[in-house]
């Protein structure tokens, strides 16, 4: 297999004032070698190295830097397996009892769920979403690997290394610590090949392509998939400044092609965008203060505490450790900027360029912020508030959309070096390597796991919960403390709970909230939890209690051993409801 002249790379690029050539697209497995598969196992590897602390016990290991978010996406893919199993549903009845969850305002991550239920129910849910951090990101290194040599032509060194950057860089493995619904990038690259096939001719096929992709993206993340239309959209415009007689020719067609794909892709979310935003449960308004999560300016130029080349004092530059998306450090931004201006011919990567340019700009937020202090400078985002659904965005994870921004113009620069004659190839890779070695990341930090209860290991909860029923777990999972919500998970969500982590409309007039509002039964138990004393109780609050599980419509009351202060937790619940409780295995309940 042999790599673009020099002839062929600079029509493609544009270096003349004619339209570039269209880059032939061979089937993709014609052009894979065995260079290739050796990029696509050494991503296998990397993701399983950066995950090892999670095996060969997922079970017993945890994300020790973000187990409350673990412990959630436990619990969707948990239920996944319900809808896998024929329980369709977007509202779901076994959290948050009896008004439920909405899954769609929530990241939910269906279609991962779906997908890896068998693994779920044969396995466990721990292995599944250890299986799946890995796998985000090798899947979308190797992704980005097969579009590189798919759409660009790049030989297998070229891909290698900007798909390396675009599974592996800062902010993936930072995301990484919890967040699936924000690694699980690799529809991204089908959804780019897709729009520049589209942009090339084949309008139909790849509009009808693009749409099911968007409505697959939608069930796995959707703010990934808003990221990517904001870029596609920046870098397109920008493209069509540079090439305005090109983008006159193409306009028709193209934007044909985008309306099949938002006919096609609105009828089939229709219902689904429906119940999100108007639905039972279904939130709207902003969540989280745009101005306290943006991307500080000095996190660009620093390395992440996550990579070999950066120390635990970055840090301080955002808001915790799922979140260093902008640490990109300072040679692979002079990378950035002097491939971009070597290529500066080449007006696929000048668009590129300034579209992640401008993301980049938005993850500044409404007010700059230099080394945690606030700047008397307004940043480009208050353009965007006041946008529905735009201003509810986190503005520090723009910076994401810098990645593969920085992938694409990585794979020119090393794709153009390499036809150059002398020293050249050699120059341009070893800069390369040389400002991604500094990124490499550290095996992701894991900790112990508490043990289930035998009550619910051994499935003795069944004694005291029917199928489809409540349990009320003492204390109740809250967004600070959702722990109990692993039992749940570990049951597949055969049974439901009041209250838990997750977004509802219960903020102020309804905005979106974390988690509910408290019951009777619920503060008595988490004041008892801190104190180890048995609070005072009255006829008042024994009927309150009564009340609070009737509301539930809860089968059981349930006191495990293993919980903080258990014996002064079951004395406050035998003095409210007036019985004591039945043990079973490492835990007491009561029935209802």
Known sequence: MTSPTPTEMDRAAGDSGDPPAPLRTPRWWSRLDAFDLGFCVFYLFLAGWLTSGLWPDPAARVMALNPADQTLYEWFLAYDTRIATG????????????????????????LLGVLLTPVTLAFGVPVTFALLV????????????????????APPLAA?????????????VSQSVSHLHMTAQWLVPVMVWLVVRMYRGKVVTSALGLAATVVA?????????FLTACTLFLVTVFYAALRPREATEVAGRFLGGLAITAVVAGALLAYPLWVQFAGPQGVSGVLFAPGFFVADLASFTAFSPLSVGGGPEAADLTTGPSEYNAFFGWPMLLLFAGLTAWLW????????????LAMGLLSLGPSLVLNREKLDITGPFTLLEGLPVVDAALPMRFALALIPVIAVVIVRGVQHGLTRPGLTPFVVTALVVAAILPLTPRP????DRPPLPLFIADGHWRECVPKGGVMVPLPLPTPQDPWPMRWAAAANAEFGMPEGFFIGPYGADGNPAMGTYRRTLSVLATETLQTGQTPAIDDQKRTDVRLDLEYWGASCVVVADSTPNAPALRTTVETL??????RSADAVYWRT
């Open 444 to 447: 992701l930090d894991t900790g």
């Open 345 to 356: 011919r080449d007006r696929a990567v000048l668009a590129v360029a300034w579209g992640g």
């Open 134 to 153: 890995a796998l985000n990101l090798a899947g979308t290194a190797i992704a980005w690997h097969v579009l590189f040599r798919r759409v660009l032509h």
């Open 217 to 225: 993206q939608v069930f796995i993340g959707e703010e990934v998939l």
């Open 160 to 172: 290698g290394l900007g798909a390396l950057f675009a599974g592996f860089a800062p902010g993936m």
């Open 87 to 110: 329980d369709v549903t977007l509202i779901t009845d076994r959290l948050n009892v009896p008004d439920g969850v909405n899954l769609l305002a929530n990241t939910s991550v269906i």
């Open 577 to 582: 409801l007036g019985v004591p409780g039945t």
